[in-house]
T-cell receptor, first 117, second 116 residues
Framework: GAVVSQHPSWVICKSGTSVKIECRSL??????MFWYRQFPKQSLMLMAT?????????EQGVEKDKFLINHASLTLSTLTVTSAHPEDSSFYIC?????????????FGNGTRLTVT | AQSVAQPEDQVNVAEGNPLTVKCTYS??????LFWYVQYPNRGLQFLLK??????LVKGSYGFEAEFNKSQTSFHLKKPSALVSDSALYFC??????????????FGRGTSLIVHP
């Protein structure tokens, strides 16, 4: 089956530093990846849609200069949280769609727990 | 615009009893509907989907869901719940649009708790 690998699974960083999260599709090519943020016991909040070879599309209210997304290849998208602050602490999840049709399910990474101290 | 409603934040059921997790949707045209499950500190896992055809779809771990067009619902069911089914369940919908990158809409999630 389709596997999405997300790394790291957890990270603790100091306020003001930057953190990079990687999302890889291991056995399929993903032209589109999605980045979500999830607060405790709450639903997924879509942050941005990442398209291979082009700029990411950010949802309203998401700071694109703070959450840098790069989708350099068909199997890798990265999210960099720049100048992190404690309020950026959250669970970040990436997903990728296998197949070119809209009836294809999304495949999710296992998430990254970010804690900013 | 499409939307998904999961009216229950939490569903409690005893092990061995049948379970239902509710989902209703709103979308133009015929929808593509999905159920996902999330275990603690993990990403979401695909359970099943409805595209077309038989209204009752079967998925992983013994789950099934029934598509009801007149009620715009896609409830998740399982005949006999297991304690290991305790998790967060998400319903999602996307329209059968063409061209560009679609963005599925997720419900807010329902926490299923199965008691021994």
């Amino acid at each position: 089956g389709a596997v999405v690998s997300q790394h790291p699974s957890w990270v603790i960083c100091k306020s003001g530093t930057s953190v990079k999260i990687e999302c890889r599709s291991l056995d399929f090519q993903a032209t589109t990846m999605f980045w979500y943020r999830q607060f405790p016991k709450q639903s997924l909040m879509l942050m941005a849609t990442s398209n291979e070879g082009s700029k990411a599309t950010y949802e309203q209210g998401v700071e694109k200069d703070k959450f840098l997304i790069n989708h350099a290849s068909l199997t890798l998208s990265t999210l960099t949280v720049t100048s992190a602050h404690p309020e950026d602490s959250s669970f970040y999840i990436c997903s990728a769609r296998q197949g070119a049709t809209y009836n294809s399910p999304l495949h999710f990474g296992n998430g990254t727990r970010l804690t900013v101290t | 615009a499409q939307s998904v409603a999961q009216p229950e934040d939490q569903v409690n059921v005893a092990e061995g009893n049948p379970l239902t997790v509710k989902c209703t949707y709103s979308v133009s045209g015929n929808p593509y509907l999905f159920w996902y499950v999330q275990y603690p500190n993990r990403g979401l896992q695909f359970l099943l989907k409805y595209i077309t055809g038989d209204n009752l779809v079967k998925g992983s771990y013994g789950f099934e869901a029934e598509f009801n067009k007149s009620q715009t619902s896609f409830h998740l069911k399982k005949p006999s719940a297991l304690v290991s089914d305790s998790a967060l369940y998400f319903c999602a919908v996307s329209p059968p649009a063409s061209g560009g990158s679609y963005i599925p809409t997720f419900g807010r999630g329902t926490s299923l708790i199965v008691h021994p």
